[in-house]
């Protein structure tokens, strides 16, 4: 089986790709930003150093991200790493400890993003999400679930999200580069139709 990395901006697709990879090829899914949540709320001596970084608005450092992975991985199963790695020092962290197959990345515009999350509504009642473009309430402005008023959330106005986006490219630019160069990288088009992302995605890991 093997070891694929998924990457993508904010935006992309990365988790219905993810879900789909986990459900139809059987990946273990390593997700360090879900591993770091249940490492928190469990209060476990790993969660609680975490937390302190994360409490004090720092980047958690790698070590501490890479011992997380190195206790999840596990040599039978293929493992799908998702938010990770996030610096080449973390992928080359990873190698000390397992192999690398694939690593699909997928490309999105900018304006694509934009458009996708700037039209992301919550309920501020229940929380429901929803989407004008994709997935609109019956009643606009509306919750389905219990009539609450929808909003816009701070993070998916226009202007955060093309920020958001510009700070992903930068930041991701060497790791992609990174595995550019060892010829694993493969580029998957994702302002496509979710269908044909996901065949594009499964035709990269042949
Ligand atoms: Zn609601």
Excluded at 112 to 140: D, F, H, I, K, M
């Amino acid at each position: 089986m093997r070891n694929v990395v998924l990457l993508g901006p904010p935006g992309a697709g990365k988790g219905t790709v993810a879900s789909r990879l986990v459900r139809e090829f059987g990946f273990l899914h390593v997700s360090t930003g879900d591993m770091l949540r249940e490492e928190v709320a469990r209060g476990t001596p790993l969660g609680q150093l975490a937390q302190g970084y994360m409490a004090r608005g720092e980047l958690v450092p790698d070590e501490v991200i890479l011992s997380l992975v190195r206790q999840r991985v596990d040599a039978q199963k293929g493992v799908l790493f998702d938010g990770f790695p996030r610096t080449v020092a973390q992928a080359e962290g990873l190698e000390r400890f397992t192999s690398v197959d694939v690593v699909v990345f997928l490309e999105v515009e900018r304006d694509e993003v934009v458009r996708r999350l700037s039209s992301r509504r919550v309920c501020g009642t229940c929380g429901a999400v929803y989407n004008l473009v994709t997935q609109p309430p019956r009643e606009p402005g509306k919750c389905d679930r219990c009539g609450g008023a929808l909003i816009q959330r701070e993070d998916d106005k226009p202007e955060v999200v093309a920020r958001r986006f510009e700070v992903y490219m930068r930041d991701s630019a060497p790791l992609v580069a990174y595995y550019e160069r060892r010829g694993i990288l493969r580029r998957v088009r994702a302002d496509l139709p979710p269908e044909d992302v996901f065949r594009a995605v499964a035709e990269a890991l042949r």
